[in-house]
């Protein structure tokens, strides 16, 4: 158990050989099936068109903080080009196509993705950081999962709203963040076409590449051209999509700081918005759970994918009397967490994404210790090069400290202990956020209970973090409005109107 002297823990501090746990020998997944381009363009109305201002920005590996490839920076003019691209595809080809021919296009980009599935998942590790067996059994799957499901909505969506006729929209502007950043691609992609729009989609600036290479796969399928652009930059690039006066729709998924932003920037237009913004997820384990089986769920929740997932398990609310059980069994499997590599087959807990983000966690674990939190963190041994962070968690946690209401988006959990299951509401809903919790309990009424009260968008029960492209996604308060999967998914990208 590491004790207060981590107050000033940094990524080096923890370069200390493992406690226990075993040895893997190395098991990187091959890079030698793909090449990547040294630089991408904007890709407007079907075609690679370079910035107008000529400039461009580099993606780096956050593992080896080496350069990928140099990526185009659009500037609003860019912004336009693709916007006007947009529009002339939804009023001659997209919005005129039958429902049928749309639904064709969408399947055949998930088969695309399917094949082209190893080396997506190999970019999307070396690009955004995280362990290849994320990316390869839960982004890819994902990913063409959300298109597979919404081709078959495209002639169906009659059925979506009994009753009522289903437009599009027009023209839909997407900014996306870099944590899931192919599988966030797809959220917005699929319902869109599927419902007829067309798109201008900006990924984030650390995680670039994959959506280029769906831009290859989109050229692949031969989709009409304009339908889908692709622009690359930062903030700047994402205001000039959602701002552009000739955007019919926002749909945006990122910090509530910048939804926040968003949300005031549109106001008194006549953009419909969605917002899918972050999270402070309680993951509430009751002392009648399994709990070995809780442990796994916690961990999932909060280590795998470095914690960079805004529905993370990232306070873990338990029963008093498990307290002590379950934080013994939490301090060992963490010391069995393998971090490193993302492309080792056997890495558990990968790169943080960028230089920026690691500072941001270590300055909230500072802030943890120096509050009077006790920090229990593992010895892994971190590589020396790149941005990496070691399984860290926190007891001692009350409602009021900075870790238990901020989001971190790092392999950081706070531990806090409840007594009556009202006690547990409350403090699970105590937090400016409402995405997703997590309740571990063998009593089934005590799930329906706990769920009918809590104040978040997804609720899992004896289980976390699981996804499907059938079922809804999305926040209560400060996470967001709007939902995006199943057929909830498509209401933000339709206009229904009475027959
Ligand atoms: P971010 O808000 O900094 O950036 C998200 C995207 O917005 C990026 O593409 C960025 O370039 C762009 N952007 C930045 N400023 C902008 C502006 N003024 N106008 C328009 N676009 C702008 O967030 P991030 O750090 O990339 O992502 C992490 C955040 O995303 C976390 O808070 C996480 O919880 C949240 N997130 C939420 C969901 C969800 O479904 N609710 C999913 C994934 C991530």
Not at 112 to 135: F, H, N, T, Y
Not at 305 to 313: D, I, K, L, T, Y
Request: charged share 20%.
């Amino acid at each position: 158990m590491a004790s207060k002297e981590l107050a000033t823990v940094t990524q080096g501090t923890a370069l200390r050989p493992p406690k226990h746990g075993w040895q893997y020998a190395p098991s990187p997944e091959g890079t030698d099936h793909f090449k990547l381009k040294p630089r991408y363009e904007l890709f407007i109305g079907g075609k690679w068109v370079e910035p107008q201002s000529g400039k461009y920005f580099k993606t780096i590996n956050p593992a080896t903080e080496t350069v990928i490839a140099e990526v185009a920076e659009a500037s609003a003019e860019d912004v336009d080009r693709a916007v006007r691209a947009a529009r002339a595809a939804y009023d001659t080809v997209w919005s005129r196509m039958r429902a049928s021919e749309r639904a064709k296009y969408i399947y055949r980009i998930a088969r695309r993705i399917q094949e082209r599935s190893r080396e997506l998942a190999v970019v999307e590790s070396l690009d955004g950081g995280k362990p290849i067996k994320e990316s390869r059994d839960v982004d890819l799957p994902l990913a063409a999962a959300h298109f597979f499901h919404y081709a078959g909505w495209a002639d169906k969506l009659a059925y979506a709203i009994p009753g009522r006729r289903a437009r599009p929209l027009g023209v839909a502007g997407q900014v996306i963040p870099w944590n899931f950043p192919l599988l966030m691609a797809a959220w917005k992609l699929a319902p869109a076409l599927a419902c007829g729009n067309t798109v201008v989609l900006k990924p984030a600036e650390t995680t670039p590449l994959t959506a280029l290479l769906l831009a290859e796969i989109l050229e692949e399928c031969e989709l009409p051209p304009g339908v889908v652009n692709i622009v690359t930059g930062a903030g700047v690039t994402g205001g000039a999509v959602v701002n552009h006066p000739d955007v019919n729709k926002v749909a945006f998924t990122g910090s509530t700081g910048v939804g926040k932003r968003i949300q005031r920037d549109l106001a008194g237009s006549n953009k419909k918005l969605t917002l899918e913004l972050g999270g402070k997820a309680a993951n509430i384990v009751f002392a009648d759970a399994a709990i070995d089986q809780a442990v796994e769920g916690i961990i999932n929740g909060i280590y795998f994918n470095q914690g960079h997932v805004c529905c993370a398990g990232s306070r873990l609310l338990v029963e008093e009397s498990a307290h002590d059980t379950l934080v013994r069994k939490l301090t060992r499997r963490i010391e069995n967490l393998r971090v490193g590599d993302p492309l080792d087959k056997n890495t558990d807990v990968g790169a943080i994404n960028s230089r920026m983000q690691l500072e941001k966690i270590q300055e909230l674990v500072a802030a943890g210790v120096s509050e009077g939190c006790m920090i229990h963190q593992s010895h892994a041994q971190l590589p020396s090069k790149g941005f990496f962070f070691a399984p860290t968690f926190f007891t001692g946690v009350s409602q009021s400290h900075r870790i238990a209401q901020e989001e971190i988006f790092g392999p950081v959990l706070s531990v806090i202990t409840f007594r009556t299951p009202e006690e547990a509401v409350e403090k699970a809903n105590n937090t400016h956020y409402g995405l997703s919790a997590g309740i571990w309990t063998d009593k089934a009424a005590k799930v329906f209970w706990m769920a009918k009260r809590m104040r978040a968008g997804v609720v899992w029960a004896n289980t976390f973090n699981k996804f499907d492209a059938t079922s809804p996604f999305g926040g209560f308060k400060e996470s967001g409005f709007g939902r995006e999967g199943g057929r909830a998914g498509l209401m933000p990208y339709l206009n229904a109107e009475g027959v």
